[in-house]
């Protein structure tokens, strides 16, 4: 999904802009991006942002639409790591599959989710999750450092990828 592809969109330009930011590490920037969207358009284009930041990863990783895929996590703190990721970034993984896999109903279901327990812990960690594995996909260093931009303590770390990718049927 791009600008260029949907001039329909006009807060389009916003949510791919947020996307590179984050990309680039720059999580100060994605945060003032996505303040300033939401001054601009309101929040009901988050859904629409997660949508495009879907649709952008899936593209840059090369899964087909309708693929089936399964997340995994790995959340390093301190001192420790546990394969049992936060609840915000299970969520991401959630949302990914349920867009990449086209099951419209699932990802209706996260998006209600989102709008009942509030959106900004859990697009916070959508943005970071599709950032960090369009990055990881093109072995790019994650140097990303969560928390001062968004408003939330930086005490874990997390990394988030996809496997066992198949094709539709």
Same mark, same amino acid.
């Given at each position: 999904?791009?600008?260029?592809?949907?001039?329909?969109?006009?807060?389009?330009?916003? /949510?791919?802009?947020?996307?590179?930011?984050?990309i680039e590490g720059d999580l100060?920037?994605?945060? &003032?991006?996505?303040?300033?969207?939401? &001054?601009?358009?309101?929040?009901?284009?988050?859904?629409?942002? $997660?949508?495009?930041? @879907? *649709?952008?990863? #899936?593209a840059h990783i090369g899964v =087909?639409?309708?693929?089936?895929?399964?997340?995994?996590?790995?959340? $390093?703190?301190?001192?420790?790591?546990? &394969?049992?990721?936060?609840? *915000?970034?299970?969520?991401?993984?959630?949302?990914?599959?349920? #867009?990449?896999?086209? *099951?419209?109903?699932?990802?209706?279901?996260?998006?209600?989710?989102?709008?009942?327990?509030?959106?900004?812990?859990?697009?916070?960690?959508?943005?970071?999750? @599709? /950032?960090?594995?369009?990055?990881?996909?093109?072995? #790019?260093?994650?140097? @990303?450092?969560?928390? /001062?931009?968004?408003?939330? #303590?930086?005490? @874990?770390?997390?990394?988030?990828?996809? *496997?066992?990718?198949? =094709?539709?049927?």
């Amino acid at each position: 999904m791009s600008a260029r592809e949907h001039p329909d969109l006009p807060w389009l330009p916003a /949510a791919e802009a947020i996307l590179q930011a984050a990309i680039e590490g720059d999580l100060m920037k994605a945060g &003032d991006a996505i303040g300033d969207a939401l &001054d601009k358009y309101g929040s009901e284009v988050l859904p629409g942002f $997660a949508m495009a930041w @879907v *649709d952008t990863l #899936r593209a840059h990783i090369g899964v =087909p639409i309708g693929a089936t895929v399964h997340t995994h996590h790995i959340c $390093a703190t301190h001192d420790h790591e546990t &394969d049992t990721p936060p609840a *915000d970034v299970a969520w991401a993984g959630r949302i990914i599959t349920a #867009r990449i896999g086209r *099951d419209q109903a699932a990802f209706m279901v996260l998006l209600e989710e989102a709008n009942n327990e509030g959106w900004a812990d859990k697009i916070t960690e959508l943005i970071l999750v @599709v /950032a960090q594995t369009i990055n990881v996909a093109a072995q #790019r260093p994650v140097a @990303v450092r969560r928390g /001062a931009a968004f408003g939330v #303590r930086p005490q @874990v770390a997390h990394t988030h990828g996809l *496997d066992n990718v198949r =094709p539709p049927v």
